[in-house]
């Protein structure tokens, strides 16, 4: 995201096909802070690690932000799992008094971004 466009994808391509993307948007107005969705096509290798990497490494080197969000629905269990996976901490349950789960993801908890040498990136 910049201070022009709000919004920006990362996605990944199996022979010419799109199996994963993640797409992300500020969560707050003063752009200090991202969210992200991710979706995927389960049946094809579409949770690589370098699409992990990229998806880290957008917001804590890219962007060099200390924390990453993803929001969603209080019933989905299987995000929830996900996150959880990924270190994601649950923070909140309600945003703009609706229900949702509101996942933290601080900069110094992600482990696919330690270590990780220069990025390389491909507009």
Known sequence: ?????????IGKLINGEIVS????????ADTSSIYGHI???TSKNWLHRDFIHAIFAYPFLYLNLDVFFAVTDPFNQRVDRFLKKFNF????KTIDNNLYNLYALHRNQCRYIK????????E
């Open 1 to 9: 995201p910049s201070h022009d466009s709000p919004a920006f994808c």
């Open 115 to 122: 270590n990780s040498g220069e990025l390389k990136w491909v």
């Open 89 to 92: 901490n649950q923070i909140n």
């Open 39 to 41: 979706a995927g096509d």
């Open 21 to 28: 993307v993640i797409g992300y948007n500020y969560l707050f």
